[in-house]
DNA sequence: AAACGGCAGATGTCTATACTGGCATGAACC
DNA sequence: GGTTCATGCCAGTATAGACATCTGCCGTTT
C-alpha cells in the first residue's frame, strides 16, 4: 500500500489507476514490451480492489495503449500505427514532411453573415456574423488544396487581423483552443468553375472534399470545406482489429 | 427469475445480456427511444447480478447502442449514423440498418490471372490465379455501390460456388478468417462508362472510391474496389481528441 | 531425450453488498 | 400559484471473495 490513490473526489478510482498507468508509458519509464505489474501487484501497489484494477486495464486494452493474455501478463502496446483518418491534420505539416514546398495564397478574408445553412451549422440564428476566408495551399508551386473556413468571432476575434502568409488559420486556431469534438465528412465533388480555377484544374474532375466542423465548449466555433485537387491527394488508413 | 441465461458455457453472461439487449432493439420491439427495464430490474428478469447487467449496459453505452442518464433510466439510442471510415463494414447491413430495402446484382465471378499491378497488390508474381467477382449493391432497388473484389484462391477456395445473391463475398470472406490488417485509400474518381452504367448515372459524376486490402497471415487475401454512387454516400467520423 | 502431468501465477468472469450522487415527483409551505 | 424540500428511483462506483481458464514451467515418467 505505498502509494494510496486518493479517495477524495477528483476523479473515479479506476481512472486514476489508467492515469497511473499512462503516465509511465507516457514517460518511457515503462516502454514498449514492457511487462506490467500483475493484476494484484497492482492491488497492493495502488490500494484499490482487484475489480478495480482490472476495470482500468480492460479499458487501457480496448484504448489499445496495453495488450493482455491470459495466463501470461499485461504488456505496454505498440504505439496506435493505425492512422486515423479522421485525424485533425495540417496539411502544412503533410507537404513539408512530404519533402515539398508550401506555399498559399489568399484569396478572401472578410465578414459575412450566415445564411440559413451556415447558422444551422453554428447553431445559430442566421444573419450571425462569421469571419470567412479562402486559402489555397501549394505544393511546390502547384495547387492541392483549397480551404474555405468560416469561424466564429466569439471564438477567433483575432481571425481577421493574422497574416496567413506567415502562419496558417489551422495553426492560429488550435493555438487557441483544442476542439473538444470535430465532426469529418469525407465526399466527392465536381468542383465549381471557381474552385477549378483555383486548382488550375482545365476541366472539372472529381476531387475529394472534407467538410469538419469543430466544437469548444459545445458551440460550433469553425466550419471548414477542404477541396483536394483532383487524384492528387487520397486519404490513407491502416489498422489492426 | 423468468428467462435465467443459461449457466452453460456458451458465452460470458454479459455478452448474454447484451444479446437480450440488442436482439430486442435489432427486432423493433424495444424502438428508439423506449426506455430499458432498470438495472434492478435486469437482475430480476435475467437472474444475474446487477455488475453484471451493468457492464453491459456500459458496453453498449460505449458502442452507441444505447444512452443513459444517471437517476433517470436506460434508453435505446439513435441508430448511429455515423460510418468509422476505417471500420469493416457490410454495406448490406448499412442499408439495412438505415430502414432501406437491400438487394444485389452479380455481374461477375470468374477467375483471372494477376496482371502486374495487382500481383504487385497481391506480393505474387504476374499470372498468379484469383477469383474476381464484381457485385451492383443496390438500396431500394437504386444502385449505391459497385464492389469488385480480387480474392486470393488459397484463402477463399469456394469463393466461385457461393451464392452471393444470398450471401456477400463480405459475409463469406469473414466467416473464414477476420484479417489481421486492413489497408484502407479512400479518393474520388470519375467513374468509367461501365461503372456508370451500373450505378444508373446518365453522365459521370463524381464517386467517391475505398480501396481496401485484408491481410491474413501476412498476406494480402483480398483487394476490393468500391466505388459509392455519386453524392449518394460519404463517410462521417466524429472524435473527441 | 521426449512425453506427460501437475502446479503456480496470470487474466477473465461473476456475485453480493454497499455507498454516492443525479434526477423527477409530489407534498408542504409561503 | 409558485417555491422549496423530502423522498424514492436510478445509474456510477467500489470492494471482497470466489471460481474459471489459460499459459509457462518444472519435475517425473516413459
Redesign the interface.
Known amino acids: 500500500m505505498a502509494t494510496t490513490l486518493g479517495k477524495d473526489r477528483p476523479a473515479a478510482r479506476y481512472e486514476q489507476v489508467k492515469l497511473y498507468i499512462t503516465e509511465r508509458i507516457e514517460t518511457g519509464e515503462w516502454g514498449v514490451g514492457h511487462r506490467l505489474p500483475s493484476e494484484s501487484e497492482l492491488v497492493e501497489i495502488l490500494g484499490v480492489s482487484r475489480m478495480t484494477v482490472h476495470r482500468a486495464l480492460r479499458e487501457l486494452t ?1 484504448d489499445g495503449v496495453v495488450t493482455r493474455a491470459q495466463g501470461v501478463g499485461t504488456f505496454v502496446a505498440e504505439p496506435a500505427q ?1 492512422v ?3 485525424e ?1 491534420r495540417d496539411i502544412a505539416d503533410d507537404i513539408v514532411s512530404n519533402g515539398h514546398v508550401h506555399s498559399t495564397r489568399i484569396i478572401t478574408l472578410d465578414s459575412i453573415r450566415a445564411d440559413s445553412d451556415l447558422a444551422m451549422a453554428f447553431g445559430q440564428r442566421p444573419g450571425a456574423r462569421l469571419f470567412h476566408s479562402i486559402i489555397v495551399h501549394y505544393e511546390d508551386g502547384t495547387p492541392l488544396q483549397v480551404e474555405e473556413r468560416f469561424v466564429s468571432p466569439h471564438f477567433a476575434p483575432d481571425y481577421l487581423d493574422q497574416d496567413f502568409t506567415l502562419t496558417h488559420p489551422h495553426r492560429h486556431l488550435s493555438a487557441i483552443a ?13 468542383p465549381s468553375l471557381d474552385i477549378c480555377t483555383l486548382l488550375d484544374l482545365d476541366e472539372p ?5 472534407l467538410m469538419r466542423r469543430t466544437w469548444v465548449d459545445g458551440r460550433v466555433v469553425m466550419k471548414g470545406v477542404f477541396t ?1 485537387s ?2 492528387r ?9
Open positions: 480496448v493505425r486515423e483518418l479522421l485533425l483544442h476542439p473538444e469534438e470535430i465532426e469529418h465528412v469525407v465526399f466527392a465533388v465536381t474532375e472529381a476531387c475529394l472534399q483536394y483532383g487524384s491527394y487520397s486519404f490513407v488508413g491502416r489498422y489492426r482489429p
